[in-house]
């Protein structure tokens, strides 16, 4: 049996076991996240009116962290003009969604060897990005815009000065486009790994009052001032299997081995 299938059944089997033993309740608060809404806008679209009718609303973090009831955060990270194309979608829910940008790869910015790159760091097939002008309409269409970085490298790989600059320049970036404080911020690749305390410590020093992970099954953590935690939507999953992940606690899991406990 060859690597890649021993990997999958141990993936497979560990999904299994956190399924069936460690279920828990849905939780009332559930922060999601997505990339790009290119190709799957519909299932989106259905898993959005699938949630409303088990109670959820759809805010941004202000409400997320501050109120409350049964919410749902839907965010999006990099930089796509999927998003923009899809904001009839989020009014038809009367949804509130966060978009965390990367501010290398504005299209009426960037030259193309800045895209070609940027798709190659994020490991994804390139498509089109935002215009600063599309931002903006995002913005003015209520939704919340947070800081990615400019260039979405691996924090913890970099220099810390270096590391700072990025979250700080990407922050001024978003604000000259936007024209208001840019006040959350999710930090690239999301794993614990790939970020630091001291680094933390600056995104609330120069002004942001959230930071979002995308450490996985971690919907039953105790609260941390500050942070939110977001899980994945698979939109090629079922609903039910979507909704069985988001009932794990896989916390222990995660801790220990930093990877994701129903990757499936």
Known sequence: MDAYRIKHRLQAGVGSFHRAALRRPLPDK?????????????????????????????????????RPGRMIMLTFDDNYR?????????????????FYVNTLPFRDRASDA???????????VPEPTLSTDELRGIAEAGHTIGAHTHTHPNLAAIPMAQAKDEIRTCKSILEEIVRRPVR??????????????PLKRYCFEIGFETVATALPAMQHARPESGIIHRSMLDPALPFSRNLDNLR?????????????PVAK
């Open 30 to 66: 559930v922060a999601l996240i997505l990339h790009s809404l290119k190709g799957i806008a519909p299932g989106v679209d259905d898993f959005m009116r699938r949630f409303a009718m088990l109670g959820y609303a759809f805010v941004g973090p202000d409400d997320f962290v501050s």
């Open 82 to 98: 999927s998003w923009f194309e899809c904001l009839p979608m989020f009014e038809r829910h009367g949804a509130k969604v966060t």
């Open 248 to 260: 794990v606690d896989g916390r222990i899991f995660e801790r220990i081995t930093g990877y994701n």
């Open 114 to 124: 800045d895209l070609s790159r940027f798709f190659q760091r994020i490991s994804a």
């Open 184 to 197: 959350h911020f999710s930090y690239p690749f999301g794993m614990r790994r790939h970020f630091s305390p």
